[in-house]
C-alpha cells in the first residue's frame, strides 16, 4: 500500500488549492480516506474523510462549507479542493487509508500514510 500526497504549494489568504492522494497496491472502492493536517507544534487533526461503502463525506468542522472531499476510482485518486483558505491552514497535509467500509476522522484509526504535502497560506 503506497499513498502518495500532491498539489501542495504557497497560496494568499482567501486562495484555493487542490491535494490530491493517489493510491497504487489497492482500490479505493475497498478502503475509508482520511485528509490530516499537522500544523508546527500541533498534534495532527482530522479534516475530512469518506467511505467507501456510501460515499459518505465528513468534514471538521473548521472546514466545512469550504473544503470538498472527491474520489475518482478511475485514476484511483482522492482530493480535497480547498477554497478560501486562511492562514490557519498552513501546515502539512497527509492522507491516510484504512480498509472497511467506514471512516473516521481520528488518526488512529488509519493504517496506511503518505509522505504529505506543504500548504501554506500567506497574508
Known amino acids: 500500500v503506497q499513498l502518495v500526497e500532491s498539489g501542495g504549494g504557497l497560496v494568499q489568504l482567501g486562495g484555493s488549492l487542490r491535494l490530491s492522494c493517489t493510491a497504487s497496491g489497492f482500490t479505493f472502492d475497498n478502503y475509508a480516506i482520511g485528509w490530516f493536517r499537522q500544523a508546527p507544534g500541533k498534534e495532527r487533526e482530522g479534516v475530512s474523510c469518506?467511505?467507501?461503502?456510501?460515499?459518505?463525506?465528513y468534514y471538521a468542522d473548521s472546514v466545512k462549507g469550504r473544503f470538498t472531499i472527491s474520489t475518482d476510482n478511475a485514476k484511483n485518486t482522492v482530493y480535497l479542493q480547498m477554497n478560501s483558505l486562511k492562514t490557519e491552514a498552513t501546515a502539512v497535509y497527509y492522507c491516510?487509508?484504512?480498509?472497511?467500509?467506514?471512516?473516521?476522522?481520528?488518526?488512529?484509526?488509519?493504517?496506511?500514510w503518505g509522505q504529505g504535502t506543504q500548504v501554506t497560506v500567506s497574508s
Open positions: 469518506i467511505s467507501s461503502s456510501d460515499g459518505s463525506t
Open positions: 491516510a487509508a484504512q480498509s472497511g467500509a467506514s471512516t473516521s476522522l481520528l488518526s488512529d484509526w488509519y493504517t496506511d
